[in-house]
Structures are given as C-alpha cells and as structure tokens.
DNA sequence: GTGAATCATCTTTTT
DNA sequence: GATGATTCAC
C-alpha cells in the first residue's frame, strides 16, 4: 500500500492522476512531504514517453545529481528506451549548453569549474587589486555579495558608481575585479554557470529557440529552492512552447541564503496563466504522530500559505524527545537507540542522523566507532576536497586549461621541488606584466631576467613536464592520472611521508580506478569532461541508500530523502535555531523548515535529542532548549531542572567562582568574547540567571550569567 | 631563497 | 580545533 515504487497507475490518487496525465502546457504540482511527488514526476516522464514523445525531447531538472541519477533509472525501469532522456540539476544543464554555444558566449569550452576554495582564492587577487580595506571586505563576505548578485542576474557592470550605496560601489569594483580574475584563468564559478547560461537564453533567440525545440518537455523538481537565475533559465527554454512541470512545496524551501526565492511559485500562475494547479496534500510517507508533530511545528509559521498535512498511515509509534548532558553524552544515546532499533530488526540503511552543522558528526562518529555501528557520512564534498585529490586535480585542470592559475598554483606548491615564494611572485609579475598565464610564463622561464638561470630551468621542466602530460591524456582519464601521479613526484613525496602519506596514495588510487571505470563507461569521454562533470558532483551524490550503515548528514542533505528510523540531535537555541539565522523572522522561519523537512523525512521512528551543555568554540557552555521543542509541544525545562545540579554543580564552581550578579535592562555590559553591549533582558533564575545581551557587533546573545564573565562597562 | 614552525583567526547550510 | 599567514632558521 505504501510502495512510493509501484508504478500501478490504479494506485494513484486523483490528484496524483490529474498532474501525470496533464501533458501539455504549464503544470504546477504544489506537493506537501511524503506526497509522492517525485513518482508524480517520474510517471508523468514516462507518459509522455508512452504517448510517443521522443525521450530526447524530455529535459527533467533535479536538485541533486543524486536525484537525477534515480529518477533515470525508474523511468527506464518503467518505459521501454527511457534511456533518451535528459535528466541533471540545472548546474549540469549549464555547462552543458554552454560548452554547446563557446561562438555565442565567448567563453572557451575547456573552461576550469572553480570550487569554494579556488573561489576563495581569486577573491584574494580582486581584493588586493582593488586596495580596499581588508576587515571590512572579507573574502567571505564579498563571495557572499557577489553570489548574491549573480544568482540575481545582476552582472559588475549593472551596479552603478554613482547611484549605489558606498559598501555597493566597493562590492561592485571587487565584483568587476574577480570577474577578470575568472576570465584570465578562464574559469567559471557555480554562479557563473547559471548566469552565463540564463543571459546566452535572453541575448540570443536562436539558441532560445534551437533549445527549445530539442527540450519540448520541461520537468523542474524542488521549485521552491530554484533563485532568480534558474528560474529565468526554466522560463527562457519552456516560453517557445510552454510545456513546463514544476513542482514543490514552499514549506520545505531551505536555501532562502543561497538566493532561492518561493516567489518564483507565485510568478509561476503570472508567467503562464493557463496554468493548472494540482495539490498533493495527502502524506503517504510518515505515521500520524510524526506528522502531527511536523504540522503543529511549520504552523507557527506566519508568512506560509495554509496548507494542511492529510495523514493516511495509522499513528504509529511516539516520538522521544530527550535531554542529554553533553555532546558525548548524546551521542553515546543515540548509538544506544541505534543499537536497540538494530535489536528488533531495523535495517541499518534504514537509519538516519541528522544535525544543523557538519561538525556535529563528530562525537557521533566517535561514539559509533567505540559501539561498532557502521555508518556512512553524507557530507558536501568530501572525497574531492581531500589535500591529495585536489592536488591531482590542480595538474590535471593544468593540462587542460594552461590559462588556470590557480591550478598552477596548485600543481607547483604540491610538494617541495625548489621553487618557493619569492620564485613565483617573480613569475607572477612578469606574467601580468605581459598578460600571459603563469604557466606560459614558466616555459620562458629560463628569460626571466629576476630568476636564476637554475631556478628557471625547474620551471621549465615542469612546463615540460605538462606538456608531456598533454600527450597522454588521449589514452583516458585514468591513464593521465597514473602518470601524473607517478612522475610529478607527487608519488615519491607522499611515499615517503609515512603512515599518512600512505593513506593519501589509497586515496588517489582510488580516484584512479572512478576514472577508468569513467574510461570505460563513457562513450567519448575526454579529460575535460571528466574534470567538469566531477566539480558538479557532490560526495551526497555518491550516498548509497542500499549499503548497510546508518547515514549521517546535515539537515540541508536530508532533503529529499526519507528513512523508517530518523535521529535529529542538538536542538538549542543557536545550533538549531542556528545563531548566524536567528537575526531576522524569515531567517527563523527559514530555521523551522529546515527542521520540518527533518521531521517529515522519518517514516516510522522519530528521536529528537538535545544537550545541556556543549563545547562552542572551544567553550563547555550550557545550552538553552531550542523554541522549536516548546513549540512541538515538549517542555524541556523539566528535564533540564531534575538532574541539573547532581551533574554539574561541583564543576560550576570551578568554571567561575564568582557570585551571580544582577544586570539591569540597558546597562551597558562588557564580553572578553563579543566587546560592549546592551542589555536587553534579564532572566532572573537565581544562580541560573541568563541574561540576553545585543551586542555592538550587532549579534544578540542569550548567555548564562554564571559563565559569561560579563563586566559592567564604566561609565 | 626555501621550507618548517609558530601564531592568529574564525567557525552554517550547498550546487 | 583546523586552516592560513607570518616569522624564523637554515
């Protein structure tokens, strides 16, 4: 009755019906947790592939690789030659249109995708072009703002010098300035692969038009976290023919920051007022009580569209809300529950942990290593942000694209080989004075009157030593690797780093044998697509739901997916909600979706822990019960009174001996940490006192009176 | 000029 | 508590 699998269209509700066999023109399927959403998706693909569309002519867009992934192979099981059909997340679509269209763009199809880190690095370069004071144009900062323009479709020329804002005028000059860094290096970061995309759409009518004739059918998953960017894109490639399927759910929208915008729903019924609107409210996934619990939780949501959750399953087991000391502590209990779930015959793919920040996972892992439960950590980008991977990587984007400065950079720090600092500053000032690559630059090395001749002649053999490379990346990616590996020296240098060193060496190894499986597998498959398909693929892709270990991962990897058994840990005000979120109230609405879409991802068994205390930068604080739990209905105040003091009062005493001292609403208070403040309100809770304190810096914090060490400012 | 060692900084979430 | 910038020793 519950297989989300089961293709029996007999099995569909009406409303599920309705958006699968609606073909033609505009679809918005608004679609609650546990809906079937994604089968409504997949079934629609292969009704329009039963009803003779050609599947090439079929574009479906997903938010993950991942999902791209599974969704391919459910059509294909459930059509004959599903095999056609275009299936990526938008980022993918990009590159691929772009690498189609190098004349119309002007961007050289062998471009270099740059990561956060590459990123992190040619902000540096602007920054420091641009002269600008350092703390307040933090590189974080400005990727931040940039991000946000370009998600935007707002390009560095747009933003005007006279009319904007001081802070905008700056950001608009680093803007401009980090644009030519990418340019020079011919790379694109991820924004540019949707801002270059959605403007070669509205500039040039005949690839509109050529795209559009190829992609007749226009499917978009997880429209509510779509930003400005892709929803152009989406509109530019359906406006020939308007066959475009959206669905989503403005409840489970969890990338407000990364520029994703729920009004891209409601400019859906303008932009296509033929529209129809199907609503999929009815929850197949998660037992009453999980439901109920995650429906009184998104209802104090104030800026939602009221929507209810229809539970069709009984009400199943209670959820368990419990309290743990410390950080080690609760991990400790959810190995404890995992082991009792194992105990009656859960499957161990069958269990989730999920936590608001990766660093979380930890103390999980520990706890799982000492108990003996396999587990798997779903986390960004971890395998390819290994030092060692990345340093391959940085040859291998060399050998294609000499212009990537910071894959030579990259190449030539990997290990000691007599080329230091003072070198390549040379170097990368002759290159700019001639406006060449420093890998150009290194082949005339030897003419560069600031180095030494000896020097020189390293630079050139490694100038050469690509160069050879370039010959042997005709016989596959993996056989590129393995000569990489073993002649750069990069072999030699980690053999000779002991046990470490030897664990980096598996690790390439690895990353040999993807890439001949790649070999082998892709049809033509070169270099460069191998290198520019591997920057759009995310570690979360490579999650195995089938393998059995307990999976780990953020609340915002959880999407998506739904487990029988889910643990959410860390409900505390700062962790979830988190502190960086809780400044405005769409940041906290934005905070109780993301632990909504956690909830609603259990099926039968929901944990929900939290910790007393928790070390914070260092710092053994204790924690304040998230809103979230009173707002689920439990009351944590009860389990954290019983047991307070047989536990940490001892400890109290030596955290800080002094006497609770009572603050005054405005009385202007000094942190060691945060600087000067306000007092905003103070809790009078005895030797619990906790006072909440807006800072100069901006931030408003809730600190324990006892441990925060807060002075009276004189004055 | 190079490479190691120390010091300081910051710490959300992801394609 | 990790990463990067800076200093320091060869």
């Not at 370039?470 to 073993?486: L, N, T, W, Y």
Request: net charge negative; charged share 25%.
């Amino acid at each position: 009755m519950l297989s989300v699998q089961g293709f029996d269209v007999n099995s569909l509700t009406p409303s599920q019906r309705q958006a699968v066999n609606h073909k033609e023109g505009a679809l918005l399927v608004l679609a609650g947790p546990g809906s079937g959403k994604t089968r409504v998706i997949t079934q629609r693909v292969a009704a329009l592939i039963n009803s003779g569309v050609r599947p090439s002519n079929i574009c479906a867009i997903t938010f993950t690789n991942k999902a791209a992934d599974e969704m391919g192979q459910r059509i294909r099981a459930s059509t004959q030659g599903g095999y056609g059909v275009h299936i990526s997340t938008f980022h993918s679509l990009c590159m691929r249109i772009l690498r189609q269209y190098p004349d119309e763009t002007g961007i050289k199809s062998n471009f270099s995708i740059y990561d956060d880190r590459d990123q992190v690095s040619s902000i540096k370069e602007a920054i420091k072009y641009c002269q600008v004071d350092v703390t307040n144009y933090t590189p974080a900062k400005m990727l931040g703002v940039i991000s946000r323009f370009k998600n935007d479709l707002t390009r560095s020329g747009d933003i005007s010098q006279e009319t904007s804002d001081y802070f905008s005028q700056i950001a608009g000059r680093i803007y401009a300035a980090y644009d030519k860094v990418l340019a020079r290096n011919n790379a694109m970061d991820f924004d540019d692969l949707l801002l270059k995309a959605a403007f070669l759409l509205q500039e040039h009518p005949e690839v509109r038009q050529q795209l559009s004739e190829r992609f007749r059918y226009l499917l978009v998953d997880e429209y509510q976290d779509t930003n400005h960017a892709q929803y152009q894109i989406a509109k530019g490639l359906a406006l020939a023919h308007g066959n475009i399927c959206v669905t989503g759910d403005p409840d489970q929208s969890i990338y407000r920051w990364r520029g994703a915008d729920i009004a891209n729903i409601l400019a859906f019924e303008k932009d296509w007022p033929d529209a129809v609107i199907v609503k999929l409210e009815e929850n197949f996934r998660s037992s009453g009580k999980i439901l109920s619990l995650a429906d009184r939780l998104i209802s104090v949501n104030t800026k939602r569209k009221e929507k209810s959750l229809i539970a069709t399953r009984p009400e199943g087991d209670d959820v368990v809300i419990k309290a743990y000391d410390d950080a080690e502590k609760e991990a400790r209990g959810v190995a404890e529950r995992i082991r009792e779930l194992i105990e009656t015959g859960v499957d161990l793919n069958e269990i989730a942990v999920f936590y608001r920040v990766n660093s979380m996972s930890r103390p999980i892992e520990e706890a799982f290593v000492a108990e003996q439960i396999p587990y798997q950590v779903v986390r960004g980008m971890e395998f390819y942000s290994r030092k060692e991977i990345r340093d391959v990587l940085g040859y291998l984007k060399l050998i294609v694209n000499g212009a990537d400065n910071a894959a030579f950079m990259r190449a030539i720090g990997t290990h000691p080989r007599g080329i230091g600092k003072t070198t390549i500053d040379r170097l990368a000032e002759y290159a700019s004075g001639r406006m060449i690559s420093l890998y150009e630059a290194a082949g005339a090395a030897t003419s560069i009157e600031m180095i030494a001749k000896p020097t020189g002649a390293k630079l050139v053999s490694f100038y050469n030593m690509i160069e050879g490379f370039k010959k042997v990346a005709d016989s596959g990616v993996g056989a590129v690797i393995e000569s990489v590996f073993a002649e750069s020296g990069l072999e030699a240098s980690l053999r000779a780093d002991g046990e470490k060193g030897q664990s980096a060496v598996e690790n390439i190894n690895e990353l040999i044998t993807s890439a001949a499986k790649y070999d082998s597998q892709a049809q033509e498959g070169s270099l460069l697509d191998w290198l520019q398909m591997i920057a759009l693929y995310s570690d979360s892709d490579a999650y195995d739901a089938e393998v059995a270990k307990v999976s780990l991962m953020t609340l915002h990897v959880a999407k998506g997916l739904e487990f029988d058994n889910v643990l959410i840990i860390g409900l505390e005000e700062g962790l979830l909600p988190h502190e960086r979120s809780s400044v405005s109230d769409d940041e906290l609405e934005e905070e109780r979706r993301l632990f909504f879409v956690g909830i609603t991802r259990a099926r039968n068994n929901l944990n929900i822990y939290h910790a007393k205390y928790r070390m914070i930068r260092g710092q053994f604080l204790r924690t304040i019960p998230s809103k979230f739990l009173y707002e689920i209905g439990y009351n944590p105040q009860a389990s954290y009174e019983s047991d307070f003091a047989d536990d940490f009062d001892d400890d109290d005493s030596q955290i800080d001996g002094t006497s609770t001292e009572k603050f005054r609403v405005n009385e202007l208070v000094c942190h060691s940490k945060f600087g000067t403040g306000r007092v905003k309100e103070f809790l009078d809770l005895g030797p619990n006192s906790i006072v909440v304190v807006t800072f100069n810096t901006g931030e408003t914090k809730s600190l324990m009176v006892k441990y925060a060490k807060l002075t009276r400012a004189a004055r």
